[in-house]
Structure formats: C-alpha cells, structure tokens
T-cell receptor, first 118, second 113 residues
Framework: AQKITQTQPGMFVQEKEAVTLDCTYDTSDPSYGLFWYKQPSSGEMIFLIYQGSYDQQNATEGRYSLNFQKARKSANLVISASQLGDSAMYFCAMREGSGIQGAQKLVFGQGTRLTINP | EAQVTQNPRYLITVTGKKLTVTCSQNMNHEYMSWYRQDPGLGLRQIYYSMNVEVTDKGDVPEGYKVSRKEKRNFPLILESPSPNQTSLYFC????????????FGDGTRLSIL
C-alpha cells in the first residue's frame, strides 16, 4: 500500500497567488515525521520544511507552511505569494519510528510538478 | 562548503559490467542514504547507513551493494548492472539520522544498455 500519496501530478498557478500541494500519508506508528522537498529543473533536492507527529503547532519556514491535520493524515504544503522561482517538482516524504532504534527509512510520494505562470 | 559529492554525474554502460558510484560528505554526518528516482515513482530508498560499518536495506535493495568503511564515504556498487537499473541516483546525508533534513548530492544519471 502506498504510504505517501500526492494526488496532484501537476498544478498551474498564477504568480503571487497562494498554492496548496496535497499530501496524505498512511502509518500506524505514533511517532513519525513529514518532510517536503523541492526539486527544480536543475535536479537538486532542496529541503523545505519538517513536521513531527508530536509537534503541537504547524511548521512554518518563511513563505512555506505545513497544514498538518493528524486525524485526516494529511500534511499539505502551503506556499504563500508564489514566485516564478517556485516552479519545480515537490515531494512529500515520511519517516516512521522514533529514529533512535529501529528502521531509519524515508518514504517519498510520487511528486507534484508546480508551474507558476507570470 | 558543506556538500555531498557524487561521482560520476553521468554514466552510460553495458549490462553486466560492474560499476561503483561514489558518495562523499564533508559535514561529519553519521547518516547516509542512497535513493533512485524514476518518473512517476518519486524517490525510493535503496540502502542507508547509520554509522561506520552499519548499513541496512531500504525499499529497493535488490541488485545493489553498499559499504561504509569511513564516515565520509558511502559508495553504491552495482555488481552486475541490468537495464532496469537505469535511473537517476541520489546520495544524501544528515546529522540527526532520519529525524532531520537530508543534504542531497547533485545526482548521478545511470544508463545501462
């Protein structure tokens, strides 16, 4: 079963608009964490934001925020005031377990290609 | 400059010819990992290493080997490459294991003919 699902293969957004990229996850582990990475056309992977399952508040990093809805098992990325440079592939990823013992695996979704139009 | 360095960046080779993709990090990170990226599948973890001499399988380890003899290096070995291993490969490292953000190398594009 897919552990991370990104249902939007592609999105087109007008510059300066806010955009939400969807991510749902599946785990029975009470301790887990969710990441978002950006992959521009140049190919490198860039870390954007992280949310732990026990974190009380939604994570924010500059224009990026994570809309964490634990009961719905969703961890959507919100980009405010989009810019042309935000055009890229975006991946949601999940780690399971506390990380102190046990598996240290990271599972990625299929990605969403975001295009910002001027 | 803190970085993860992969070599080669591009390689075209033939089925069955052993190859090694090197990965080196200069951040003293304990955790290192290899991923392959295929269209429509995202990134899939091949192997990871928590520390020197400690390695474990990810989700798609078949056909690959790794070693971690030094903290900074984590080579990926394809003993007998096959066309289904044609892919884009990323090495990554992190300070806090899987709990922290990973620093990725620039990727290695392998084509197995």
């Amino acid at each position: 079963a897919q552990k991370i699902t990104q249902t939007q293969p592609g999105m087109f957004v007008q510059e300066k608009e806010a955009v939400t990229l969807d991510c749902t996850y599946d785990t029975s582990d009470p301790s887990y964490g969710l990441f978002w990475y950006k992959q521009p056309s140049s190919g490198e992977m860039i870390f954007l934001i992280y949310q732990g399952s026990y974190d009380q508040q939604n994570a924010t990093e500059g224009r990026y925020s994570l809309n964490f809805q634990k009961a719905r098992k969703s961890a959507n990325l919100v980009i405010s005031a989009s810019q042309l440079g935000d055009s890229a592939m975006y991946f949601c990823a999940m780690r399971e377990g506390s990380g102190i013992q046990g598996a240290q695996k990271l599972v990625f979704g299929q990605g969403t290609r975001l295009t910002i139009n001027p | 400059e803190a970085q993860v360095t992969q070599n080669p960046r591009y390689l075209i080779t033939v089925t069955g010819k052993k190859l090694t993709v090197t990965c080196s990090q200069n951040m003293n990170h304990e955790y290192m990992s290899w991923y392959r990226q295929d269209p429509g599948l995202g990134l899939r973890q091949i192997y990871y290493s928590m520390n020197v001499e400690v390695t474990d399988k990810g989700d798609v380890p078949e056909g690959y080997k790794v070693s971690r003899k030094e903290k900074r290096n984590f080579p990926l070995i394809l003993e007998s490459p096959s066309p289904n291993q044609t892919s884009l490969y990323f090495c990554a490292s992190s300070l806090y294991g899987i709990r922290g953000p990973q620093h990725f190398g620039d990727g290695t594009r392998l084509s197995i003919l």
